[in-house]
């Protein structure tokens, strides 16, 4: 399978976060008081080198999903600089962001609600190409191939798929346009024990064969160990700790880190 479509050519760091805050203003409330404000994230910085494959683990409320979200361009901070390449995507119109497209897909947590079922699984992967202006060719039957699925599939629908198969279509959709960046939104958590070990090899391979940068956001930290090689921990829309997951891991200094080592059950036995 080819590689993607080329590492960017900045030296810099791929991703670049400093000082982004969000916060959100609830509605008001039925007697026309003024909604009071939700800080989502308050001053997060980090970065995430070419090459790289970052976790970034929390519990719900952690603020892990609107910092996916301000990277991915789905949603604008209130404050902070967000940079993709040494370029600003804050405050960018959509027009603006096609070079974010190209080299920038997601993973979603739920297959089944992240395909369309009334589409057949070759327009699926051939979806993010068409969008973007790209030949599609042979690219859906080499990208079945590459995630495990048989060439058969492509005129089936997402629901004659098992939940770790449609995941593994979402991957392909993913890969189809060759980004430089694979972000991976609790990609596992929706599925049976019994397959996250397979998608979470098949991530990582993939991340390897084609030389990807790889964003994993996870609640569950031995998810992210063993499919990436650093971390950020967020509680309460703030990173309390971050460096080498082996590290992190193996003497966590955070009090909150280590509460959630022991809080979640791990995978070890299954990958």
């Not at 993913?174 to 596992?188: I, K, N």
Request: net charge neutral.
């Amino acid at each position: 399978m080819p590689s993607h479509a080329g590492t960017p050519p900045n030296d810099g760091p791929l991703i670049e976060v400093r000082g982004v805050s969000r916060v959100y203003r609830r509605p008001r409330s039925s007697f026309g008081r003024q909604g009071g404000v939700v800080h989502a994230l308050r001053d997060v910085s980090l970065t995430v080198q070419r090459g790289e494959r970052h976790g970034i683990v929390g519990e719900s409320g952690s603020g892990k999903s609107t910092l996916l979200r301000l990277l991915c361009a789905l949603d604008q901070p209130t404050a902070g600089s967000i940079r993709f390449d040494g370029r600003e995507i804050t405050g960018r119109p959509e027009r603006a962001l096609r070079f974010l497209r190209e080299n920038l897909q997601i993973v979603f947590q739920d297959p089944m609600s992240s395909l369309d079922p009334r589409m057949r699984v070759r327009d699926l992967v051939a979806e993010p190409l068409v969008g973007l202006g790209l030949p599609v060719g042979n690219r859906v039957a080499e990208l079945l191939d590459a995630v495990g699925l048989p060439a058969g599939a492509a005129g089936r629908y997402p629901h004659q798929f098992s939940g770790g198969q449609r995941q593994r279509i979402a991957i392909a959709r993913a890969l189809a346009p060759r980004p430089a960046v694979l972000v991976a939104d609790e990609p596992v958590s929706a599925l049976d024990v019994s397959v996250r070990g397979q998608i979470l090899n098949l991530l990582a391979d993939l991340v390897d064969e084609l030389g990807l940068t790889l964003v994993f956001v996870s609640h569950d930290l031995s998810v992210v160990r063993h499919v990436c090689e650093t971390v950020t921990v967020m509680s309460a829309g703030e990173i309390v700790e971050s460096g080498p997951v082996d590290d992190v891991w193996a003497a966590p200094a955070h009090p909150y880190t280590q509460a959630l080592l022991r809080a979640v059950p791990t995978l070890e036995g299954l990958l």
